[in-house]
């Protein structure tokens, strides 16, 4: 931790993330950890990366700490969490009324049960970036509708892609990481996009592997 704050030229972290799930640290020992930097003034908050809802209960039966944080993968090109416990309604998206039976892990509907806020790592994962014609198959329907939607909305795919992260009622916050000034000004026009129901559910079904 002092080499991190060092090389950050702080004295504190406003947030410190769990990165992943570890099967064989104790949640006591992560605890202890959590404690010792609460208490010497080095972190303020603390919150998890990667992790279930089920994992994030479990953890908090031994740490103190609020967990006011969890940061997943979310994207077109990664639509798990959000398409968890949607397969009938998805069914129906695709013109369907058969659902399909997967696993659940619930992650999305604890952490707004629970106030956690959800932070999407990667939400404009490079494939459905891609043109079409270059794009790998499984993400060709994705890509195409987005870049429909581009069009229609007089936009790029990125900002659509965006919009589509946001729209979600879980007030997701994306992580986008640019650093090309160019793509940041870009990136905030997804704020001023809407995406009407059923287009956002068209882009989740081609996104989607309730196939």
């Not at 279930?52 to 103190?64: E, H, N, P, W, Y």
């Not at 058969?98 to 994962?125: E, F, K, M, N």
């Not at 986008?176 to 995406?195: K, Q, R, S």
Request: charged share 20%; hydrophobic share 45%.
């Amino acid at each position: 931790m002092e080499g991190s704050l060092k090389r950050l030229a702080t004295t504190h972290l406003d947030i410190l993330l769990l990165h992943a799930p570890d099967a064989l640290t104790p949640d006591e020992e992560i605890a202890s950890a959590f404690d010792q930097l609460k208490a010497s003034g080095k972190v303020r908050y603390f919150g998890v990366s990667n992790f279930t809802g089920a994992q994030i209960a479990r953890l908090k039966k031994s740490v103190a700490q609020p967990l006011i944080v969890n940061q997943i993968h979310i994207s077109l090109g990664a639509p798990a969490s959000i398409a968890d416990g949607l397969d009938f309604t998805l069914s129906l998206a695709k013109g369907s009324a058969s659902a399909v039976s997967t696993s659940h892990t619930g992650t999305l509907d604890y952490c707004r049960l629970h106030d956690i806020q959800v932070q999407a790592w990667s939400p404009l994962s490079g494939e459905i970036l891609k043109a079409p014609k270059q794009a790998d198959p499984k993400f060709k329907p994705t890509v195409e509708k987005l870049v429909e939607l581009a069009r229609n909305k007089n936009t790029t795919p990125a900002v659509v892609a965006l919009a589509w992260v946001l729209r979600h009622p879980a007030n997701i916050v994306p992580i986008i990481g640019p650093t090309n000034p160019t793509h940041i000004v870009e990136n905030c026009e997804a704020a001023e996009v809407t995406l009407r129901p059923e287009q956002w559910y068209a882009l989740l079904a081609t996104a989607s592997d309730l196939r």
